[in-house]
């Protein structure tokens, strides 16, 4: 048995500034794919091709010549690589091209063209994707995360190769079931640390288990792009037809009836200035607050300086013994002007806002550099800077002020140095959204900030024109659809039709 691995995994914010390039994907090729996973483990004697993946982790929408030569360049490797009895697709779901839409299903269908009809594709998401019925007719099988945090990245990826070598042993095509949810609701209202998503997603194993299912797929789309795909979904996969749409019903009734109970993962959020407030209060420390709006895991810049333009401002703040500290604000020529000073130096310059200033100008001052912290290539990576009364660490990539070793991420998603120790301060704000898992392990209380920015978390702040209405929570009167329609497999003729 020969398996073909491939794949595209990014999440594109479309209201952010920032543009994906080619230095922000992480591309690897035939043995480093391989390299990448276990793939011994999982599937014991089972050929295994590397043809490339890209992974640039949450961040704008892809430049088109960037996004073609990568699918071509993998299209070419795909070729050589000969006849397949299957692929492996390793994505994200919401991966968005300038000026074009439904990206992942361009990548499969590329893949569909050169491998044809017979060999299975099985394809491992995230949670935060889309699932549009073009996906699921191109696929034979999917595998979605059941956790947010995605705690569970490692496992998700394993079920979608173990029930790829389980099909192609068996032989035949899986009976399809689809349904399109009309919802899309951002991951900060969807956690499954939480309820209602923890008993909505603690549904799919029980469904699996009751119809006999090959697996199970949830998402709940992604909330910061606008494209008419973009919606929560549900696809089953079964040898038994009655029992995928069975299967795919029940879990989108059960979606949709507690569409109305998701709230924000964090027991005390709001404005900014309702953070700040509640720093005040002195709730146990270190505080953690979320800077939602300029959320980097979710594809915003991770410049934005609205956070500390606004603290600044709080005299309050400034004239009590609140130490602040902002993790891992995006700014390479700060982080390289420190590094030439060295640690001691002043720097007297401006920082953050290199790319999106809609909130904020940089914020200037006096910085005394503190700590250079280097990454893996022992190359400057972060700055410690402490000026206007706060303290900042700069960072040279978009990563996300969290340990390296998270459980809540894929291994590579998080380049940099380990967070500086953050024992002497009162509030750490960060550039996320929910607090993953090591995070969360650290904070003694947590705050998320609804902030402006590429993932507002506020809706009515973004300008959507493409998503297909109605969709709750833009229309609250909804006539749902939740009927599971069948979808059938790819075939060269159907592809040509449409």
């Not at 079931?177 to 997603?201: C, D, H, M, Q, Y």
């Not at 699996?208 to 709940?220: E, F, P, S, T, W």
């Not at 146990?284 to 606004?310: E, K, M």
Request: charged share 25%; proline share 6%; with cysteine.
């Amino acid at each position: 048995m020969r398996i073909a691995v491939c794949g595209i995994h990014i999440e594109s914010s479309t209201f952010t500034e920032h543009v994906t390039t080619r230095d922000d994907f992480e591309v690897r090729r035939g043995d480093e794919v391989l390299a990448l996973f276990p793939l011994d483990e999982w599937a014991p004697g089972v050929e295994f091709v590397g043809i490339l993946t890209a992974n640039a982790g949450a961040a704008g929408p892809i430049q088109t010549d960037v996004y073609d030569a990568l699918e071509n360049e993998m299209a070419q490797r795909l070729r050589d690589a000969g006849p397949v009895d299957g692929v492996w697709l390793e994505m994200h779901g919401a991966a968005h091209v300038q000026g074009r839409r439904d990206a992942e299903e361009h990548w499969l269908r590329r893949v569909r063209e050169i491998v044809g009809a017979e060999p299975i594709l099985s394809g491992s998401f995230d949670t935060h994707g889309n699932m549009s019925e073009e996906l699921v007719r191109l696929l034979d099988l999917a595998a979605f995360h059941r956790h947010a945090p995605h705690i569970d990245s490692a496992q998700t990826r394993e079920r979608a190769v173990r029930n790829l070598v389980s099909v192609v042993k068996h032989g035949g095509r899986p009976h399809k079931a689809w349904v399109r949810i009309p919802v899309l609701l951002p991951g900060e209202r969807t956690s499954t640390v939480v309820e209602p998503a923890k008993t909505v997603f603690g549904q799919l194993l029980p469904t699996i288990d009751k119809h006999n299912l090959i697996d199970a797929a949830m998402c709940v789309g992604f909330f910061w792009a606008d494209e008419p795909r973009n919606a929560a979904g549900v696809f089953t996969s079964a040898w038994h037809a009655d029992d995928a749409v069975t299967a795919a019903e029940s879990l989108a009734k059960t979606f949709w009836e507690h569409r109305k109970q998701f709230q924000i993962v964090s027991e005390h959020y709001g404005t900014l200035d309702e953070a700040l407030d509640f720093a005040l209060t002195r709730p146990a420390r270190p505080l953690f607050v979320s800077d939602s709006g300029d959320n980097v895991t979710a594809g915003a810049t991770g410049d934005i300086t609205y956070a500390i333009h606004h603290a600044l401002k709080r005299h309050d703040i400034l004239d009590s013994s609140v130490r602040i500290l902002f993790g891992g604000v995006w700014d390479p020529e700060t982080v390289q002007a420190a590094a030439d000073a060295g640690e001691g130096a002043v720097l007297r310059r401006g920082i953050g806002a290199l790319v999106d200033s809609r909130y904020g100008a940089p914020v200037d001052g006096e910085w005394t550099v503190l700590q250079i912290l280097l990454g893996p290539d022992s190359k400057p990576t972060e700055a410690v800077l402490r000026g206007n009364g706060v303290d900042v660490t700069v960072r040279s990539n978009r990563a996300p002020f969290a340990r390296t070793d998270d459980a809540g991420f894929p291994p590579g998603i998080v380049r940099g140095p380990e967070p500086i120790d953050i024992a002497e301060y009162d509030v750490v704000v960060v550039k996320n959204g929910y607090l993953f898992p090591a995070q969360a392990e650290d904070a003694g209380s947590a705050f998320m900030a609804i902030t402006p920015g590429g993932t507002d978390l506020d809706h009515g702040r973004l300008e959507y024109t493409a998503i297909s209405r109605p969709l709750y929570p833009w229309d609250e009167t909804i006539d749902a659809n939740l009927t599971a329609r069948l979808v059938p497999a790819w075939t060269a003729d159907r592809a040509e039709a449409n």
